[in-house]
């Protein structure tokens, strides 16, 4: 039972007092609203699960000092689809609810993670540029980079000067990329704030493998040598880590894999070694450094991978708050294998 002692969202308040005012007044507020609201608050309306009346209440109260105490609501599919019916042509709200009713509620995006870096080149091959510039930067990172790595060099900067360019989408592009990908992969617009087009590629560029980030850098460097260094900027190397604090350090090595941090230090830096060892027991750095010296030499390629690994759980530690680079300005970005 959801309980207002945790937190809600702003979404989930507003799905709750709707659902409290009543099918009427529920489709008259769908009525003037914008389909993507439509669809988030409707979502959230499905996956509420029981809701006690003291929380219904205390929505209520926080939306209107006037308005009076609440019974309790449900919000499941059934409830959901219903309301919807009322307030929106069959057609729309199908499509919304067949969309709540996807893989977990997952949007487009999501979605798109799910397929293929194979099976996505080779459909994005046919579509303009411009498209496939505005999927890859609203993809993660890591699968547009496999993408992009899949097409002919010239095709994928070409893509990469449009994702640099186009700092924010126009409506129509957006509704010509919903309209190509609802009839492809039966999805949804995504809902969300424009990145800045340098960090998204500077994410993409983290997530190739060094052979091919160093290749489209230097191609990327003929073409704007401005946009380059910019990207350069925002990349978050593994060899920053070393800009962790001792207690970041030790949060980040509880979240390694163990069998990955020897093959991802074999390619590092003796500092950033040092600072790692700095931050476990004597014990445990012996250990450590008995395992590196043990893996004898290794592939560039599997220390790419070991790092990355590594560089995407530290990246998500650091957006949640978890852990902090002390100063992400220091050099110290080369890697010695």
Not at 36 to 41: A, F, K, L, V, Y
Not at 157 to 178: A, G, Y
Not at 276 to 283: C, D, G, N, Q, Y
Request: charged content about 25%; glycine content about 6%; aromatic content about 4%.
């Amino acid at each position: 039972m959801m309980d207002m002692e945790k937190n809600i969202s702003g979404v989930q308040k507003a799905a709750i007092l709707m659902m409290a005012l009543g099918e009427e007044n529920c489709s008259r507020l769908f009525e003037q609203m914008h389909e993507e609201e439509i669809r988030e608050i409707s979502s959230a309306m499905a996956q509420l699960g029981i809701v006690s009346s003291n929380t219904v209440e205390k929505v209520c109260h926080e939306f209107s000092q006037g308005l009076g105490a609440a019974e309790g609501v449900v919000g499941d599919l059934e409830s959901t689809e219903k309301l919807l019916k009322n307030a929106l042509p069959a057609n729309r709200a199908a499509a919304i609810m067949e969309e709540i009713r996807g893989p977990a509620g997952r949007t487009m995006w999501d979605k798109l993670g799910n397929v293929s870096e194979t099976v996505l080149a080779n459909y994005l091959r046919n579509e303009y540029p411009q498209t496939v510039a505005v999927i890859l930067s609203r993809i993660k990172p890591s699968h547009a980079a496999k993408v992009l790595a899949l097409f002919p060099e010239e095709f994928s900067l070409d893509i990469m000067m449009r994702m640099l360019k186009t700092e924010t989408i126009q409506k129509n592009v957006l509704q010509s990329v919903e309209k190509t990908l609802r009839s492809e992969f039966v999805s949804n617009i995504p809902r969300g704030i424009n990145r800045n087009s340098h960090e998204v590629l500077a994410d993409i560029f983290n997530n190739f493998d060094r052979r091919i980030e160093g290749r489209f850098m230097t191609a990327l460097e003929e073409r704007s040598q401005d946009d380059a260094e910019q990207i350069k900027s925002l990349m978050f190397t593994f060899e920053e880590l070393v800009n962790l604090s001792s207690e970041s350090l030790i949060v980040l090595l509880n979240q390694i894999p163990r069998e990955s941090l020897p093959l991802a230090l074999k390619g590092a830096s003796d500092k950033l070694r040092q600072a790692f060892l700095a931050s476990m027991s004597e014990r445990a750095g012996r250990i450590l450094m008995d395992e590196i010296e043990d893996l004898g030499p290794v592939r560039v390629k599997d220390v790419d991978t070991a790092q990355n690994q590594i560089l995407i759980i530290a990246k998500d530690l650091v957006d949640r708050g978890e852990i902090d680079l002390i100063d992400q300005e220091q050099p110290g970005n080369e890697m010695i294998v």
